[in-house]
């Protein structure tokens, strides 16, 4: 078996603000780690995974896992350079995106700009519509996107998932659009994306068929990528079904992804890279913008507690132990971020608290924010948490940390996220007890005795508090807090 631990970092009273960064690509720098040795892959959460390492296989169905080439975790970060800047021209390393930087790297012009700075936000098809996604409704939900005021809240990405492909590909060997789904091909999608201010993304799968049995680009990458960029294509999120035999475990798993980043870099559009392996590796933050730390979410809510204590959690509770203290929130920075699914919010297996508290933990642990309901039809309730601007803005934070928990107790629990700007923080006070609680945040904690707040749910200034904050919870729920300290 594999352990992974964070040197020098394992002490309970290590701040939750100063954890080692990992900005500009590279791993974060403290990782010990061994080679896997092709045994059993680490349970990817409990009910899914845990196979062996190549057992591979799609499901068709929405919510279904799929099937698991779990890679071993303990690779050490091997220092490759790379980050995922747009550049100018010789950016070879990492996913530098070259021609676009005025006067070109290294001739002293404008300081690059960073592919996804801060988490990506948009929608996508597969929770809600899985293997029914057609172009009827994503044009209707990019039109809802605007007219509901989505776009205008930061939502930007529409991303279409799998089953968009036709069965087969064309006599050139390119990957074609499904004739009855979207019979206008997905290039006037683009195009529909683009006029109303949006952007497009795709799906498809490093093996040689995706999770639900449509073309894999595994051996066509390049053309694959350059078909993605001649269509508009600015996001693609890469799974990890129908692996080929010799391709499993971490290193073919490293070298597949980045395959296909290096094709995306070459095709010279901006890309967002969503690597989708329901499993975090240490070389994915210097190849992916984005990275699947866990299985398919399901809308329910032992699910989002599941995903949260892998995504965010910390030693206490934390579903696999194999990353140590803290967890895997020190490889979010700018451009680099842990992804714990798609948004459920809105499709009805949980109370509107639930579906806030989902909300509220996804912003503070600085996930992609990808709402996954029908977007077209939501209820004033569903809007008011996807549209909660107090929220996002934590999300979106330029300074692109992690939250995590901050509290000894694993059910009354405070959560806190460094914010940009001096001694400013987010808060959430989360209660996953079966009736409401009291919870306190003690300034201390954050490193100051008295601190202004503001609600980011009843959107109320709290004024001057001194010494610490104690609100009443509801069941499930949580209260947000915007703290500054003195
Ligand atoms: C996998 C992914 C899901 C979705 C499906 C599509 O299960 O993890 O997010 O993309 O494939 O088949």
């Known amino acids: ?164 492909q036709a069965s087969s590909r064309d006599a050139e060997g390119k990957l074609r659009a499904d004739p009855v789904r979207f019979p206008n091909g997905i290039e006037a999608l683009a195009d529909y994306a683009h006029e109303r201010g949006l952007k497009l993304g795709i799906y498809s799968d490093r093996g040689t068929q995706t999770c639900s049995g449509r073309p894999g680009s595994y051996g066509s990458e390049e053309l694959d990528a350059a078909t993605f960029a001649e269509w508009g294509v600015d996001y693609l999120k890469y799974d990890n079904c129908h692996v080929p035999p010799g391709r499993e475990g971490d290193e073919a798993m490293r070298e597949d992804y980045t395959k296909m980043r290096d094709a995306l870099v070459a095709s010279g559009r901006p890309v967002v890279f969503s690597i989708c392996a329901w499993w975090f590796s240490p070389w994915m933050p210097d190849v992916g913008q984005l990275w699947r730390t866990t299985g398919d979410i399901k809308d329910t809510w032992a699910d989002v507690l599941a995903i949260v204590d892998r995504n965010g959690g910390d030693t206490s509770r ?42 509220s933990l996804w912003a503070i642990m600085a ?72 919870i306190t945040v003690d300034f201390a904690e954050l490193g100051f005795a008295a601190a202004t707040a503001r609600d980011l749910w009843s959107h109320e200034e709290l004024g001057r508090l001194e010494g610490s904050y104690t609100a009443t919870v509801p069941t499930h729920g949580v209260v947000m807090l915007r703290v500054v300290g003195e």
């Open 1 to 164: 078996m594999i352990s992974l631990l964070l040197a020098g970092a394992c002490t309970s009273d290590f701040a939750y603000d100063q954890w080692p960064s990992n900005q500009g690509g590279g791993t974060a720098g403290a990782l010990v780690g061994e080679s896997g040795d092709g045994g059993a892959g680490p349970d990817d959460r409990a009910g899914r995974g845990g196979e062996p390492p190549g057992s591979k296989g799609g499901t068709g169905g929405k919510g279904g896992t799929a099937g698991n080439t779990s890679p071993h975790a303990g690779r050490a970060g091997g220092g490759e350079a790379g980050g995922n800047v747009v550049a100018g021209e010789g950016g070879a390393a990492g996913d530098s995106l070259g021609g676009e930087g005025p006067g070109g790297a290294g001739t002293g012009g404008a300081p690059p700009s960073i592919l996804a700075a801060v988490p990506p936000m948009g929608w996508n098809s597969w929770n809600r519509f899985g293997g029914s996604v057609s172009e009827g409704v994503v044009r209707s939900t990019m039109d809802a996107m605007v007219s509901k005021g989505l776009r205008d809240v930061g939502y930007e990405y529409v991303n279409i998932d799998d089953t968009w």
């Open 318 to 359: 934390y579903a696999d132990a194999s990353y140590g203290p803290p967890g895997l929130a020190p490889y979010a920075s700018p451009g680099h971020f842990n992804d714990p699914d798609m948004l459920e919010v809105g499709n009805g297996g949980m109370t509107d608290a639930e579906y806030r508290s989902h909300f």
């Open 367 to 438: 996930a992609p924010l990808i709402a996954g309901n029908d977007v077209r039809i939501m209820d004033s309730a569903t809007a008011d948490i996807l549209m909660n601007e107090d929220v996002i803005r934590v999300d979106q934070d330029p300074l692109g940390k992690q939250g995590r928990p901050i509290s000894a107790s694993t059910t009354l629990e405070v959560w806190a996220k460094q914010l940009a700007g001096d001694k400013t923080h987010a808060v959430v006070l989360f209660n996953r007890t079966a009736s409401s609680a009291d």
